[in-house]
């Protein structure tokens, strides 16, 4: 087996096995059961919130961190916080306790940035796509597997909700254990460069031989070549003007800001919706006879992924950037069109639909929104860009969550929340459009004048 793709599948076990969490989709359904003295009130604004905070604050010191710890003991860290979270769910029952157990969350959220960046410092850069591909699919694969077990293990009356929690444990200490064995990486794009270069540029006859050209105008007092070279490469050594040099030019490129804030806000939006849904479900069918929650998980991951895949397909050269805006800001009109259909109906099967539908729809307009970021970028800043892409998607969840869901915001119901984050969906669709709009007005109007002036010409 190639290193490459035996790197890539170690690294796949790990993303597979990370994301069988058979609780997850049932984790609101426990929280607000019999086995915790805890309200709908509580959970909404005192305990999920929690997390988002976490995961914003969290992710400016990982993503801070990762490049110069070099990625593996994030995925470690990973897997230990995973083992923490399950064993606090299983074994303390106090409010603080579950308060503690989301910060633990964020840092379990916050460190997936070393998950989906590790492969890239570890394999050559004409591999990336088939890697990217595999990443994504082994957590695709986990979570359909995850969504199947659970709804298995509940409709056939083998586990509870709370006995869901022992095999997600049990995974994630898997998980944990599986990461100690990942290869260790010995260069990165940043904080350990220095090592790559040497490796991308050894000495070779050549070298020599341009020293040895250059000696007779260092004696001669000519400007000195070889050493403007080594500055030129310590510039690159520095990590902080490389950082700033990769931030500049990507976000000085007007595409790059355009469709980075599309990322941005399509992802806040996106998580607020997953996170709170399975509250919405809840007040809809307080006491379900069989919550197919899980059932819903594993048709919405396939969908996702599906979805993703053509996106790919259908996106991939054929679209112009004004054209994807416009297919992306019809889509995202329709995921505000599911969202108020999962939070308008009394009927919890239609609820699901909707979600499902959401899903689908968001796994096309992120994937598009991803390459078209990808396509502008003109160095090795993938993995910058999109860090700093998410820390902005988190800060919106953060205002979404201040301002619809906390004590010192409107404190909506969860009808009332979802109702919002439709809405949501629907004026970033309004907006998009009309900047295309205005974007193909001043294009045209710029050729009509140019074809007056080359006639007058």
Known sequence: MKEWLKISCLLCVFGFVREIRPSEPYVTEYLLGPWRNITEQQLTQDVYPVGTYSHLVQLVFVFLITDFLRYKPLIITIGAAGVIIWSMLIWTTSLVSLQIL???YGTYMAAEVAYYTYIYAKVDKKYYPRVTSHTRAAMFAGKLISGITSQLMINLELMNYKQLNYITLATQILAMLWAFGLPKVDKSLYFHREVYLREATPET??????????????????PDVASQQ????????????LLWQHFYNAYTNPRVVQWSLWYAIGLAGYLQVTYYMQVLWKVIEPEPQIAWNGAVDAVLTALAALSALAAGYLHSGRLR???SLLVLSVL???????VLICCWTHDIYWSYVGFVIFGALYGFTITVASAEVARNLQEDSFGLVFGINTLLALVFQSLLTIIVVSETGFELDAVGQYTVYAFYFIAVAIIYFISVMVEHLWYRGAQQVQEKTEIID
């Open 102 to 104: 989301e910060f633990f």
């Open 205 to 222: 006859p050549q070298t020599n031989q341009l020293q040895l050209q250059l000696e007779p105008q260092l004696e001669s007092g000519e």
């Open 230 to 241: 080594t500055t030129d490469q310590q510039v690159q050594y520095n990590p902080m003007r």
């Open 321 to 323: 950037p004004r054209a």
């Open 332 to 338: 995202s009109a329709l995921e505000g069109g599911s």
